[in-house]
């Protein structure tokens, strides 16, 4: 515990990068947060090195889930009884270790009270994403799910994005998207950074590699991604 809070006094310090704007309304009755059991087989304890920093990137997750109730507070609008338009949403912060077998499931967690997922909301805009990835990732590392989820914001909004909207309109190589990336972002290069494609070649998730102080680091080898010269697309629909 006593490293863990010496990296939330980290955390705390001035941000190195700068948030993204965008608007966000809660509605006034959200669906309860539920407990996950553990699948069998799948509760996995290893030693936490390092962490991941996953970005969903929203248009695309919503382009065919728009009229989806069970994804309507991300992907329905504001007037549609959604949270509003989203372009990366938070999906998670990941505890890692060396190798591919990263700990997760560690131990049962409770449901979520719903006061505490209704504050993270706007940086991962479904309650049963912000139930899973505590009781998945979050149980790994605290038995306080207060500082998983306020660990997690901080670093989502600690990113700069680029200019989505002008890269959407060019032939994108994942190694020129990454370099686009990590250039609004002070301290980060592409080496750092994993990108996510769909098997139709569209931009679905930027993954920040972090060190066990939660500063970014080069990625390792286990830390996969799509290729380099793989061609990536972006969605700019509504999402």
């Not at 704007?21 to 009755?29: K, L």
């Not at 329905?76 to 270790?97: C, D, M, Q, V, Y």
């Not at 560690?106 to 504050?119: H, T």
């Not at 002008?166 to 190694?175: N, P």
């Amino acid at each position: 515990m006593r490293r863990w809070a010496a990296a939330l006094a980290l955390l705390a310090m001035p941000a190195m990068l700068h948030a993204q704007a965008r608007e966000c309304r809660i509605p006034d009755r959200i669906a309860a947060p539920r407990a996950e059991s553990i699948p069998p087989g799948a509760r996995r304890i290893a030693p936490v090195t390092d962490y991941i920093l996953a970005l969903s990137w929203s248009p695309e997750f919503c382009r065919t889930r728009g009229r989806d109730p069970a994804h309507r507070l991300q992907c329905g609008g504001i007037a549609n009884g959604g949270a509003g338009r989203f372009s990366f949403i938070l999906h998670g912060l990941w505890p890692e270790t060396n190798g591919p077998r990263w700990p997760q499931w560690c131990r049962p967690v409770s449901a979520l009270p719903r006061r505490l997922v209704r504050e993270h909301l706007c940086t991962t805009p479904s309650v049963r994403l912000i139930q899973h990835e505590w009781a998945k990732h979050g149980s790994c590392m605290t038995r306080d799910p207060q500082r998983y989820l306020r660990a997690g914001t901080i670093l989502y909004r600690a990113v700069r994005y680029p200019d989505m909207d002008a890269l959407s309109r060019r032939d994108l190589t994942v190694g020129q998207f990454t370099r686009a990336f990590a250039a609004a972002n002070r301290g980060v290069s592409a080496e750092m950074l994993r990108v996510g494609i769909n098997d139709r070649g569209w931009l679905t998730e930027v993954r920040i590699c972090l060190g066990e102080n939660f500063r970014p680091i080069r990625c390792s080898a286990s830390r996969r991604g799509a290729r380099t010269n793989a061609r990536v697309r972006i969605w700019r629909g509504r999402g």
